[in-house]
């Protein structure tokens, strides 16, 4: 088993930054995949961007390509945006996978384990 624990969340104005954390706590053994979702009021739960534990690659969605970056320290993983809009607005999930390196894994079934989601809201 493994838990997840996100934080980090607010409300905060178009054109700001801000730092998310997901801590995990205990089977994270091994190599493995963390990634961080959001959903929307009224809308799917979308893919963000993932990393690799063991050799740290990331890879991310069209949308926050260049505007979010995520960094992993031991177990605990970030999300740092900037350049926030309107548009990401939304509850932001963190998963944990044990899928492969090689496997870039973007889908909602692709992760085991998942947070409880932390908000962050944008203001225009």
């Known amino acids: 088993q493994v838990q997840l624990a996100e934080s980090g969340g607010g409300l905060v104005q178009a054109g700001d930054s801000l730092r998310l954390s997901c801590t995990a706590s205990?089977?994270?053994?091994?190599?493995?995949?963390m990634g961080w979702f959001r959903q929307a009021p009224g809308k799917e739960r979308e893919f963000v961007g993932g990393?690799?534990?063991?050799?740290?690659t990331t890879y991310y969605a069209d949308s926050v390509e260049g505007r979010f970056t995520i960094a992993r320290d031991n177990t605990k993983m970030y999300l740092q945006m900037t350049d926030l809009r309107p548009e990401d607005t939304a509850v932001y999930f963190c998963a944990h996978t044990m899928r492969p390196d090689w496997y870039a894994a973007r889908g909602r079934g692709d992760y085991e384990y998942w947070g409880q989601g932390t908000q962050v809201t944008v203001s225009s």
């Open positions: 990393i690799s534990r063991r050799l740290g």
């Open positions: 205990g089977n994270v053994f091994g190599d493995y995949k």
